[in-house]
């Protein structure tokens, strides 16, 4: 319940006005003339994001924002602040799931509620670890957790675990297939774990009734001549990664293909970044991670115009 009255303050503190129009609005007449318009949904349009190069100071990451033209202007979308993430999150539970690219969209929502100083130690700490990592941001008394799931399968058993103790995060973020594809090397065996993620995914009511927000973050574009090792060259690249993330789009997890999760499609937001955002041709500078916190913070928000997030 606090979570949600914060969601409705931050609806009005950021400006977003609460209309009917604001996640489905119209952007052109139907063809045949009648009166009914064809509707955009805002959550639809949330990667529709540019990229600013600073030329004026080489070595910088980007910087980004929305498309300021229609329609995704109209969805006045928000990058939400330092303070506006602290309301908005007080007394939430955030868990990030899977391998080290869902690591770095933990370490992007650090940064929205600690300090840089913390931030930069937990850094650190994490990069070569392969283990999970919990904090509690006292402040505001934000549970964030990362649970290394680097197998697809592994995040059915989590979600399972949330099952059997009936208590859910506010909002899981999850995803994984680049260990599947590096170390596991059947796809088949990737859909068979998609589907058994998706079956873990049925009927996630808690006994309070609260539902999480979920959220798959999705491979990045792979840079095969920045692969570090010959086994990633080998394994890591484009058309495999096609192949592995077809598999997500026919084991109906993602809402779009009618499943729970909304896709964060780190592909698309690594690609338009560009070889340059990457060193090692898989992971990418904070700013492609950042800007999917901020689009999944945003479709929160939308999401809980039109019922409350518990
Ligand atoms: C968090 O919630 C508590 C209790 O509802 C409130 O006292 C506090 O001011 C909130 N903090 C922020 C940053 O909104
Ligand atoms: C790949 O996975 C499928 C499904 O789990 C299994 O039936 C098949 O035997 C596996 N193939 C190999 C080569 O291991
Ligand atoms: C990954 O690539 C290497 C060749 O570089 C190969 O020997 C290995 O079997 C591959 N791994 C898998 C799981 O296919
Ligand atoms: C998966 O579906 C999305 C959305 O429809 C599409 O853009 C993407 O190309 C699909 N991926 C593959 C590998 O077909």
């Not at 977003?16 to 955009?40: D, K, L, Q």
């Not at 300021?68 to 979308?77: D, I, L, R, T, Y």
């Not at 059915?156 to 170390?183: C, H, Q, R, S």
Request: charged letters at 25%; proline letters at 5%.
């Amino acid at each position: 319940m606090v979570f949600f009255i914060c969601v409705l303050f931050i609806i009005l503190s950021v400006g977003v006005r609460w209309t009917p129009y604001f996640s489905s609005i119209s952007i052109f007449p139907s063809p045949n003339g009648a009166s009914s318009n064809y509707r955009i949904s805002c959550v639809d349009i949330l990667h529709s994001i540019v990229y600013k190069d600073r030329p004026e100071c080489v070595g910088c990451t980007k910087s980004w924002s929305w498309m300021q033209s229609s329609p995704v202007a109209k969805c006045e979308f928000k990058k939400l602040e330092q303070p506006d993430a602290s309301v908005m999150l007080n007394r939430s539970w955030v868990v990030f799931a899977g391998d080290s690219q869902t690591r770095l969209g933990m370490l992007s929502m650090l940064k929205l509620v600690e300090v840089p100083e913390r931030v930069r130690i937990v850094k650190e700490q994490l990069k070569k670890l392969k283990t999970d990592y919990s904090t509690y941001i006292d402040s505001i008394g934000m549970k964030l957790d990362f649970k290394w799931k680097p197998y697809a399968r592994r995040l059915t058993k989590l979600m399972l675990e949330f099952k059997k103790n009936e208590k859910y995060p506010d909002i899981i973020v999850m995803g994984a297939g680049l260990w599947d594809m590096l170390y596991e090397n059947n796809a088949s065996d990737y859909d068979v774990s998609l589907r058994s993620l998706r079956n873990s995914l049925q009927d996630l009511n808690s006994k309070d009734g609260k539902v999480p927000h979920l959220f798959w973050l999705a491979m990045p574009t792979l840079i095969n001549s920045k692969l570090t090792s010959e086994d990633k060259r080998h394994n890591l690249t484009e058309p495999r990664r096609i192949r592995y993330d077809n598999k997500v789009n026919e084991s109906k997890i993602l809402n779009k293909f009618g499943g729970p999760l909304l896709k964060l499609d780190i592909h698309y937001l690594s690609e338009l970044c560009g070889p340059q955002c990457t060193k090692d041709g898989l992971h990418y500078d904070d700013v492609v991670y950042d800007i999917a916190v901020q689009i999944m913070l945003n479709a929160v928000l939308i999401e809980s115009t039109h019922k409350p997030p518990f």
